[in-house]
T-cell receptor, first 111, second 113 residues
Framework: SQQGEEDPQALSIQEGENATMNCSYKTSINNLQWYRQNSGRGLVHLILIRSNEREKHSGRLRVTLDTSKKSSSLLITASRAADTASYFCATADNYGQNFVFGPGTRLSVLP | AAGVIQSPRHLIKEKRETATLKCYPIPRHDTVYWYQQGPGQDPQFLISFYEKMQSDKGSIPDRFSAQQFSDYHSELNMSSLELGDSALYFC????????????FGAGTRLSVL
């Protein structure tokens, strides 16, 4: 089965710096989504990028998708301490189902 | 705006007991998904329902069952609980026509002692 895999698993940066997290997957997808999870809490949808899109922006978030490499990246610019959380990518298969999460990247933004 | 409501938020059970988790989707959402997230793990898809029928099945153990009711709320029933069932259980809902975006509840933390 397909699986999103985030890289790095943990990332510590200073406030104001940019954070880049990568995700790889194995099979063809309909779309890829990024979610955020504060420690032990619910998942919050951040952004969706469809398989025919290459880049998408939402506020301080920038997501890229390279279907030839089966990879995506999430860039958070001008990070804030409040961005500290785990970030997961999730892929949906060609039918928009089979939602599969990767292992997540724990981002720590230090003040 | 109304979100996905899960209850209870925390649940403590002993081995071999049963547990029932409830999920109330966002109004007008017709599809419900259940996920299990073990400590330090990524969420794993368990099962989903659309219009009260099972839509998709993931890694749900045979000891677990779920259903969706006429008001679209869903319940996850877990029997013969094992220590390894301790996890955060998430419910998500979506509109069938927009099933790519799932909205998650805050989760139920189940601890099996």
């Amino acid at each position: 089965s397909q699986q999103g895999e985030e890289d790095p698993q943990a990332l510590s940066i200073q406030e104001g710096e940019n954070a880049t997290m990568n995700c790889s997957y194995k099979t063809s997808i309909n779309n890829l989504q990024w979610y955020r999870q504060n420690s032990g809490r619910g998942l919050v949808h951040l952004i969706l990028i469809r398989s025919n899109e290459r880049e998408k922006h939402s506020g301080r978030l920038r997501v890229t998708l390279d279907t030839s490499k089966k990879s995506s990246s999430l860039l958070i610019t001008a990070s804030r301490a409040a961005d500290t959380a785990s970030y997961f990518c999730a892929t949906a298969d060609n039918y928009g189902q089979n939602f599969v999460f990767g292992p997540g990247t724990r981002l720590s933004v230090l003040p | 705006a109304a979100g996905v409501i899960q209850s209870p938020r925390h649940l403590i059970k002993e081995k071999r007991e049963t547990a029932t988790l409830k999920c109330y989707p966002i109004p007008r959402h017709d599809t419900v998904y259940w996920y299990q997230q073990g400590p330090g793990q990524d969420p794993q898809f368990l099962i989903s329902f659309y219009e009260k029928m099972q839509s998709d099945k993931g890694s749900i153990p045979d000891r677990f069952s779920a259903q969706q009711f006429s008001d679209y709320h869903s319940e996850l029933n877990m029997s013969s609980l094992e220590l390894g069932d301790s996890a955060l259980y998430f419910c998500a809902s979506s509109l069938r026509l927009a099933k790519n975006i799932q909205y998650f509840g805050a989760g139920t933390r189940l601890s099996v002692l």
